[in-house]
């Protein structure tokens, strides 16, 4: 393996290079690249990302040095945790991410920032493709184009604006660990079950590594789109059908992705009533906006495409009737699907465990 060269500090192994980014994590990160049967090592400055505090977004706006990764090559991405940072240092991010929840519970017509920070969560997640270990919340690459600019990741860039002041204030804290714990965050303070979670990801600063468009499930299509999109992520249909029933908090815009409302009138709580509405009866919605569904009870809320896909579909629909009955076997279900996306494509310490932190709430008790 040839050597690579960083902050003036060569390396002439994976070995060597593990140890550098572990004494110097808030300055440098590695991964590596399995080309064929040989190792090679990628090596990134983090000085070198434009990344703005204050949005949450790349400074340059693009990202004109985009190309896509060698075919046949895989990505091996190592977490490392900052020096002297523990469990305190997290349930004190989290804590001070839920206080700014909780006090905007009211923003966007009552629908608060569950919904928005759940889906940054699991967009950041979502990119993964296990065939050769690209995408996913590693490297929090969603501030560079094409990922930044991808029509399925609209209106997210109010999620990361809303985070930018953690980031700012916890510089040891990258990216991809700061959107997926405030997607544990969401999940748990509106009611949600308890989201193992580790920390470790490193901010990539390659835009080489950030992952095209397409990888996302476009809400217009069906079941077989569906499938295809999470089987590439390496889930079943049940772990498919338990992450969608995150739909269950927040709702769509007509100036984002181009559908309109809630799933149900519950969209600041986590609960099954996402299934549970799903086997009603709905009809196509008439007006100018996109394909969504409309309940026949009320006409007040809706369902996309992909949505209704779950129900016609009779292995999903086998899952959907399961936890329209049982929301604690949904609760469950969801919560290890929903830990095993946030940490698709991630290597960690064999030492390592996952945190369980407490609500605002749970320590209110204490």
């Known amino acids: 393996m040839s050597s690579g060269y960083i902050s003036g500090k060569a390396f002439k192994s994976a070995r060597g290079l593990r140890a550098f980014n572990a004494s110097s994590r808030s300055r440098t990160g590695a991964y590596f690249l399995v080309l064929g049967g040989g190792l090679a090592a990628g090596y990134y400055a983090h000085e070198s990302g434009k990344w703005d505090q204050k949005s949450g977004n790349s400074g340059s706006g693009g990202n004109s040095n985009w190309k896509p990764l060698l075919a046949g090559t895989t990505v091996i991405n190592t977490a490392s945790i900052p020096k002297s940072k523990g469990f305190k240092d997290y349930q004190e991010v989290y804590n001070e991410i839920a206080e700014k929840v909780h006090e905007e519970e009211d923003a966007d017509d009552g629908a608060g920032r569950y919904g928005l920070l759940t889906r940054l969560a699991w967009h950041n997640s979502g990119t993964y493709k296990k065939s050769d270990n690209t995408g996913g919340s590693y490297g929090g690459t969603m501030i560079y184009k094409p990922e930044e600019t991808d029509g399925e990741n609209a209106g997210l860039s109010i999620g990361r604006e809303f985070l930018s002041e953690f980031k700012e204030k916890y510089p040891w804290l990258s990216r991809g660990d700061l959107w997926t714990l405030a997607g544990v965050v969401a999940v748990q303070e509106c009611g949600g079950p308890k ?54 908090l927040g709702k769509c815009h007509t100036d984002r992705s181009g559908y309109d409302g809630p799933w149900g009138p519950s969209f600041n709580m986590f609960t099954n009533d996402f299934f549970v509405r799903l086997l009603q009866n709905w009809h196509i ?56 996306l946030l940490e698709l494509g991630i290597t960690f310490p064999k030492d390592s465990k996952p945190f369980m932190f407490k609500t605002l709430e749970e320590q209110e008790d204490d």
């Open 285 to 340: 919605r008439k007006w100018d906006g996109n394909k969504q569904y409309e309940d026949d009870e009320s006409n007040s809320f809706m369902m996309l495409p992909t949505d209704m896909a779950l129900k016609e579909d009779g292995n999903f629909l086998k899952y959907v009737k399961q936890y329209a009955e049982d929301q604690d076997l949904f609760f469950e279900d969801f919560a290890n699907a929903f830990s095993k």
């Open 195 to 248: 989201i193992k979670w580790r920390p470790g990801r490193e901010d990539i600063d390659d835009q080489q590594r950030v992952p095209e468009n397409g990888r996302l499930p476009n809400a217009h299509l069906g079941a077989p789109h569906v499938r295809d999109v999470f089987s590439r992520m390496g889930f079943t249909d049940q772990e498919t059908v338990a992450l969608i029933g995150a739909h269950a």
